[in-house]
């Protein structure tokens, strides 16, 4: 994080932060009423702090490890160009908005000899891709930034196969040959048994590397169809009869393997079908629902473009708002598809970018998209920043989820060994969606409590409620909370109320669960370990 930008950031601020406090009070008449004997306190939020470095949540950058990566994309996204630079020097550095690096790759890169796998130790010598790919993990672990990936099976569209050379070798009728431009590419049919036996060990192996929460920030599952979404399927018997079975396969495969990191996979309405356009039917809705009900997030790649995401689209996720998470990618590319965009009625690429922005705001995206290609100045990336720098901030400042106690009732004195009961009220100021119950997640994230030492402000007793249903808490629906605490075996003193939003399998050297979540408050409110400060207790 870049501290001059964030510092004069935050010097821009319009509101007034900070808490108050008052006795015995009513609240402000949403919050439930205070509890009987405790002290009323009230957070004002913090607008203005525009990376909340939480997981789901923000601008997703892009990469990819074939031939078309610059040899100097760090150094270019440390300093992008940016005429509203707010330090009024016309550079950005990308990573003070976006903290997750997404990597596309091919199987084939990944996977070119049975048993080979291009991430091992030793195998930066084997190929470029391996090299690519050490650079890109390599950096972003400089940066502090997650990585997410997406794995690509299907070569048509592409210059190069996308499926490996050894999976036709064993078996011819396990591939298909089109053509991009003049190169001949080979794909696998998804519903092949040889394809299938060596993708399921891929996944496998990809997964006991990457199935890590605190490097990968999620998988962009199945890899099948064109480009990965899910449509223009090819299959062996020449007709869609494997349709449900495939998807049902593949859906698994990566749910059974990728346990802990969360899984997306695309929704529109050609799941599976040998066609990327054309009536919806009510399979894609079916499939779809399986995808859901095995743990899988959505997301949509053509966001902005109107004949691809339509009513179906729009319908389809509006089911789900505030179920699951939602990651959008643009579709409109400036640099291959040049003003092609105009016929979607965008008069340049300030309105495109808008015409995007609306529309996955409409869908409460959890995640949007820094795109790249080779020419780096005229990459999405570049162009977010110089023809909608605006949309970049309101995304970070209104559309990631923004979550804040509004108001709290706290005991201010207390006997030691007795218990009390607390209450705090929680609104969410974005328009996405706190995933606390998502299924990778094993409910890690909770509201808990603590005891802060005065002098330090690190936990000396911690209280974790698990069952405050933060999912719960949208932009259109605040909740409120009661907490009972046991204060057996806590020592007399004086202490400070604390709250936070704890990753349970992060632990500090008491073995405390630490702050998980940032939350939208006032910094200099916060324990150098991320507590919110609330009011004294005593323990008498």
Same mark, same amino acid.
Request: glycine share 10%.
């Given at each position: 994080?870049?501290?001059?930008?964030?510092?004069?950031?935050?010097?821009?601020?319009?509101?007034?932060?900070?808490?108050? /406090?008052?006795?015995? $009070? $009513?609240?402000? *008449?949403?919050?439930?009423?205070?509890?009987?004997?405790? %002290?009323? &306190?009230?957070?004002?939020?913090?607008?203005?702090?525009?990376?909340?470095?939480?997981?789901?949540?923000?601008?997703?950058?892009?990469?990819?490890?074939?031939?078309?990566?610059?040899?100097?994309?760090?150094?270019?996204?440390?300093?992008?160009? /940016?005429?509203?630079?707010?330090?009024?020097?016309?550079?950005?550095? &990308?990573?003070?908005?976006?903290?997750?690096?997404?990597?596309?790759?091919?199987?084939?890169?990944?996977?070119?000899?049975?048993?080979?796998?291009?991430?091992?130790?030793?195998?930066?010598?084997?190929?470029?891709?391996?090299?690519?790919?050490?650079?890109?993990?390599?950096?972003?672990?400089?940066?502090?930034? +997650?990585?997410?990936?997406?794995?690509?099976?299907?070569?048509? *569209?592409?210059?190069?196969?996308?499926?490996?050379? @050894? &999976?036709?070798?064993?078996?011819?009728?396990? /591939?298909?040959?089109?053509? =991009?431009?003049?190169?001949?590419?080979?794909?696998?049919?998804?519903?092949?048994?040889?394809?299938? +036996?060596?993708?399921?060990? @891929?996944?496998?192996?990809?997964?006991?590397?990457?199935?890590?929460?605190?490097? &990968?920030?999620?998988?962009? #599952?199945?890899?099948?169809?064109?480009?990965?979404?899910?449509?223009?399927?090819?299959?062996?018997?020449?007709?869609?009869?494997?349709?449900?079975?495939?998807?049902? !396969?593949?859906?698994?495969?990566?749910?059974?393997? @990728?346990?802990?990191?969360?899984?997306?996979?695309?929704?529109?309405?050609?799941?599976?079908?040998?066609?990327?356009?054309?009536?919806?039917?009510?399979?894609?809705?079916?499939?779809?629902?399986?995808?859901?009900?095995? *743990?899988?997030?959505?997301?949509?790649?053509? @966001?902005?473009?109107?004949?691809?995401? *339509?009513? !179906?689209?729009?319908?389809?996720?509006?089911?789900?708002?505030?179920?699951?998470?939602?990651?959008?990618?643009?579709? !409109?590319?400036?640099?291959?598809? #040049?003003?092609?965009?105009?016929?979607? $009625?965008?008069?340049?690429?300030?309105?495109?970018?808008?015409?995007?922005?609306?529309?996955?705001?409409?869908? /409460?995206?959890?995640?949007?998209?820094?795109?790249?290609?080779?020419?780096?100045?005229?990459?999405?990336?570049?162009?977010?920043?110089?023809?909608?720098?605006?949309?970049?901030?309101?995304?970070?400042?209104?559309?990631?989820?923004?979550?804040?106690?509004?108001?709290?009732?706290?005991?201010?004195?207390?006997?030691?060994?007795?218990?009390?009961?607390?209450?705090?009220?929680?609104?969410?100021?974005?328009?996405?969606?706190?995933?606390?119950?998502?299924?990778?997640?094993? $409910?890690?994230?909770?509201?808990?409590?603590?005891?802060?030492?005065?002098? =330090?402000?690190?936990?000396?007793?911690?209280?974790?409620?698990?069952?405050?249903?933060?999912?719960?808490?949208?932009?259109?629906?605040?909740?409120?909370?009661? %907490?009972?605490?046991?204060?057996?075996?806590?020592?007399?003193?004086?202490?400070?109320?604390?709250?936070?939003?704890?990753?349970?399998?992060?632990?500090?050297?008491?073995?405390?669960?630490?702050?998980?979540?940032?939350?939208?408050?006032?910094?200099?409110?916060?324990?150098?370990?991320?507590?919110?400060?609330?009011?004294?207790?005593?323990?008498?």
């Amino acid at each position: 994080m870049s501290i001059n930008i964030k510092t004069i950031l935050l010097l821009s601020a319009a509101s007034i932060l900070g808490i108050s /406090c008052s006795k015995d $009070g $009513g609240g402000d *008449g949403g919050d439930g009423g205070n509890i009987e004997g405790n %002290t009323s &306190v009230t957070i004002v939020p913090d607008r203005e702090r525009f990376l909340l470095e939480n997981p789901l949540s923000g601008w997703v950058t892009y990469s990819g490890i074939g031939d078309g990566l610059a040899s100097n994309y760090w150094e270019v996204y440390d300093n992008l160009d /940016c005429a509203e630079a707010p330090d009024g020097s016309g550079k950005v550095s &990308v990573w003070d908005y976006s903290n997750v690096l997404y990597i596309k790759a091919d199987w084939a890169d990944m996977n070119p000899e049975h048993g080979v796998y291009i991430w091992e130790d030793g195998y930066q010598d084997y190929s470029d891709f391996a090299r690519r790919l050490k650079y890109l993990m390599d950096g972003a672990k400089e940066r502090g930034l +997650k990585i997410a990936f997406t794995i690509n099976t299907n070569s048509e *569209g592409d210059h190069d196969d996308s499926t490996p050379a @050894f &999976v036709r070798e064993e078996d011819p009728a396990s /591939c298909y040959v089109s053509t =991009t431009g003049s190169a001949q590419v080979y794909s696998g049919f998804p519903d092949n048994k040889t394809f299938q +036996k060596y993708y399921e060990e @891929f996944v496998k192996a990809f997964a006991e590397r990457f199935n890590d929460p605190d490097e &990968v920030a999620f998988i962009s #599952g199945l890899g099948l169809g064109k480009w990965g979404e899910c449509h223009s399927f090819r299959y062996s018997t020449g007709n869609e009869n494997p349709r449900y079975e495939v998807y049902d !396969w593949v859906t698994s495969l990566y749910a059974h393997n @990728f346990t802990d990191v969360p899984v997306v996979t695309n929704y529109h309405k050609m799941v599976g079908k040998m066609a990327d356009s054309g009536t919806p039917d009510e399979m894609s809705r079916t499939l779809l629902d399986l995808a859901v009900s095995k *743990g899988f997030s959505m997301r949509h790649d053509a @966001f902005g473009m109107k004949s691809y995401y *339509g009513s !179906w689209e729009k319908g389809f996720i509006a089911d789900y708002r505030y179920k699951v998470p939602v990651l959008g990618e643009g579709g !409109w590319v400036a640099g291959s598809h #040049g003003t092609s965009y105009q016929g979607d $009625g965008y008069a340049n690429i300030a309105e495109l970018r808008q015409g995007e922005y609306d529309q996955m705001q409409e869908a /409460c995206v959890n995640m949007m998209d820094f795109r790249y290609n080779s020419n780096m100045t005229q990459s999405e990336t570049y162009l977010w920043f110089n023809d909608a720098y605006n949309l970049v901030l309101k995304f970070l400042r209104e559309g990631v989820y923004r979550l804040y106690p509004v108001n709290l009732s706290l005991p201010a004195s207390v006997s030691s060994g007795s218990s009390v009961t607390l209450q705090s009220r929680w609104r969410n100021l974005g328009v996405a969606y706190f995933p606390a119950d998502l299924k990778q997640w094993k $409910g890690k994230y909770k509201m808990a409590y603590a005891l802060l030492d005065r002098n =330090t402000g690190e936990p000396v007793n911690v209280f974790v409620d698990e069952d405050a249903a933060l999912q719960n808490v949208t932009q259109n629906a605040m909740q409120t909370f009661r %907490t009972s605490i046991d204060l057996s075996g806590v020592a007399p003193g004086t202490y400070t109320w604390g709250i936070a939003i704890v990753n349970k399998q992060h632990l500090d050297e008491n073995d405390n669960p630490v702050p998980g979540i940032e939350l939208s408050v006032k910094e200099e409110d916060l324990t150098d370990s991320g507590w919110l400060k609330l009011i004294d207790v005593t323990i008498n």
